[in-house]
Nanobody, 123 residues
Framework: QVQVVESGEVSVKTGGSLILSCTISQYYCTQWFRQVPGKDREGVAA???????TYAETVRGRFTISKDSTKNVLYLRMARLKPEDTAMYYCAAGPMCIIATVSPAAAENIPYWGQGTQVTVSS
C-alpha cells in the first residue's frame, strides 16, 4: 500500500514509495519543486495542459507526475526513493514549465504555490 500525502511531514525508508498530492490552480503548467535547507528550489517534474511531462535527470524513471483536471489535483508518484530525495516538496502552477533551480526572486514570479510537504528518506 503506497501512502498518499497531501501536506505535513512523512518519512519513508530507502527504496520505498510515496504519492504526494496537491490541490492546484489551473495554469498552463503544473509541477513539483523540491528544496533542501540552504539551497534554491529545484523543479523536478512538470506537466503541461496537453499532458506532456518532463522530469529532472535526478528523478527520471523513478518519479511520475500526473493530474486530475476534473478535481484540480496534482500528483507525484515517487518510487525507489533515495536519501538524497529528502526535501520539502512544493506543488506549483504557472505559465511555463521549469525543470531547473529557481532563485527566490524567480520563485516569486510563479503565480501559485502549495504549502509544502516534508519528505524524509532514511537508510
Amino acid at each position: 500500500q503506497v501512502q498518499v500525502v497531501e501536506s505535513g511531514e512523512v518519512s519513508v525508508k530507502t527504496g520505498g514509495s510515496l504519492i504526494l498530492s496537491c490541490t492546484i490552480s489551473q495554469y498552463y503548467c503544473t509541477q513539483w519543486f523540491r528544496q533542501v535547507p540552504g539551497k534554491d528550489r529545484e523543479g523536478v517534474a512538470a506537466i503541461d495542459e496537453e499532458g506532456f511531462a518532463t522530469y529532472a535527470e535526478t528523478v527520471r524513471g523513478r518519479f511520475t507526475i500526473s493530474k486530475d483536471s476534473t478535481k484540480n489535483v496534482l500528483y507525484l508518484r515517487m518510487a525507489r526513493l533515495k536519501p538524497e530525495d529528502t526535501a520539502m516538496y512544493y506543488c506549483a502552477a504557472g505559465p511555463m514549465c521549469i525543470i531547473a533551480t529557481v532563485s527566490p526572486a524567480a520563485a516569486e514570479n510563479i503565480p501559485y504555490w502549495g504549502q509544502g510537504t516534508q519528505v524524509t528518506v532514511s537508510s
